[in-house]
């Protein structure tokens, strides 16, 4: 094991006695567990064939020590919250360093059958449905970033809906993160259940600056019918490793939408898990990745297909300028019993600059016989023609080349459900085709 997995373990039992949830043992034993995956484990590295196009050197050269308080660090930060926060909606809930953050949100109003609150309060009130979930989508052997975020998450969030609920009106989930001089780990973490026939509508944004190390969790439950749609905008700073792992359970005729995009950090990570074991089960991911400089963007997705009649639509769009690589990773599996599954794959690049590189890789595992499964890839430059086409039309290049590559990332951002965030997105991808030495919002 490195030096900087042994720290980490070291910050962990160090923090242990102040986490939360320590009046529960079924909690205390799985941070207990948690923590010995990673130490059996540790940091996953590029012989890993998962891990093969993450770059995570980083986080094995650099001491992070663990983030606290709910301060941001510098005064440009907190002069920044108005932009960053405002247009993804009124009702949120805002995290700094991976602590609630109450003079920052905005909650809605309490109602029947919807407990939104933090993990550390639903640890004093829903003990037995927090760890009843917590941890229980996925395999701390198998994603043992995941485990570390078991382990040593200070507090997240938590939202519970009972069956035939809807969260009135869609809920931002803001995580800031801020770090001085010294690398900083934060360790957001959602949990996400909801009962037969429930609503949800969310956005998860990822901002900060300095140095740090974002490594997120979100775990998401769905009953029978259950329909949630998240959209997650990840833009850290130019400082930040950003690792992810979104794991879902989805139920009999229930529906899950990941719209994700991956502007920020030098190097990020996103993995999306997503397990239909419900008759009529369906989920739909979409990614958008923005690379410059020398950004390392990786979306890996695992679907797996288990009930009858499962359905699952993945389209991938990278936009890579400068130096940077993107990479995709898209695996479905479809068990022996799983027929009548339609599932389809689909990851096109832009290509910006010579030395930009697009990686895609994807797989299929099919064991049933009457299934419908399709994956396509392309890698390309802007078009030639158009490009003649606008500049002949008086238009100048710089503002052809982003009209061209706006349209190109058009398609994954028109799938995200909100019309704030495909506004915030359109504004946010602009400025960095605009500006193509920049990457992230804060430095």
Not at 253 to 281: F, M, T
Request: proline letters at 3%; hydrophobic letters at 45%.
């Amino acid at each position: 094991m490195t030096a900087p997995a042994g720290d980490l373990l070291q910050h962990q039992r160090a923090l242990a006695a102040g986490l939360y949830g320590t009046g529960l043992p079924a909690l205390q034993e799985l941070r207990q567990q948690s923590i010995a995956a990673f130490a059996a484990h540790g940091l996953p590295t590029q012989r890993n064939e998962e891990w093969r196009y993450a770059n995570l050197s980083v986080l094995r050269t650099t001491n992070f020590k663990p983030g606290a308080g709910t301060m941001l660090a510098h005064e440009r930060e907190r002069i920044l919250l108005g932009y960053l926060l405002a247009g993804i909606g009124d009702e949120r809930m805002v995290f700094v360093n991976g602590a609630f953050a109450p003079q920052l949100s905005s909650l809605p109003a309490p109602v029947a059958g919807c407990t939104l609150t933090t993990l550390a309060a639903a640890a004093a009130t829903h003990g037995s449905l927090l760890t009843a979930h917590l941890g229980s989508t996925f395999s701390a052997a198998r994603h043992p970033l995941a485990a570390l975020n078991t382990a040593m998450h200070a507090d997240g969030l938590f939202l519970h809906l009972a069956a035939q609920q809807t969260l009135a009106t869609p809920l931002h989930v803001a995580c800031l993160s801020s770090a001085d001089e010294s690398p900083t780990a934060i360790h957001p973490r959602l949990l996400l259940v909801l009962e037969a026939g429930a609503r949800a509508t969310l956005t998860l944004s990822f901002q900060g600056s300095g140095p740090l190390h974002v490594n997120a969790v979100t775990e998401i439950v769905l009953g029978p019918g259950a329909v949630l749609d998240l959209q997650v905008l990840q833009e850290d700073s130019a400082a930040a490793v950003h690792t992810e792992l979104i794991s879902t359970r989805i139920g009999a005729g229930a529906r899950c939408g990941v719209h994700i995009a991956a502007l920020g950090g030098a190097s990020s990570r996103a993995e999306i898990v997503a397990l239909l074991e419900g008759d009529d089960a369906a989920t739909e991911i979409s990614g958008l990745i923005i690379g410059g400089q020398t950004q390392t963007h990786d979306l890996t997705t695992l679907v797996r297909h288990q009930a009858l009649r499962t359905n699952s639509h993945q389209v991938v769009k990278a936009v890579l300028d400068g130096h940077s690589t993107g990479a995709y990773s898209g695996r479905v599996s479809v068990a022996v019993d799983a027929q009548k599954t339609d599932a389809a794959q689909s990851c096109r690049a832009l290509l910006l600059s010579a030395d930009a590189s697009m990686n895609t890789r994807p797989q299929l595992e099919i064991d049933a016989d009457d299934v419908k499964c399709s994956h396509g890839a392309t890698n390309g430059q802007l078009d030639a023609e158009a490009l003649f086409y606008l500049r002949s039309r008086g238009i100048a290049l710089a503002e052809a080349r982003m009209l061209l590559t706006r349209a190109f990332a058009d398609e994954v951002i028109d799938r995200f459900p909100l019309d704030c965030v495909r506004t915030h997105l359109h504004g946010r991808v602009d400025g960095r085709i605009a500006r193509r030495d920049t990457v992230g919002v804060l430095a």
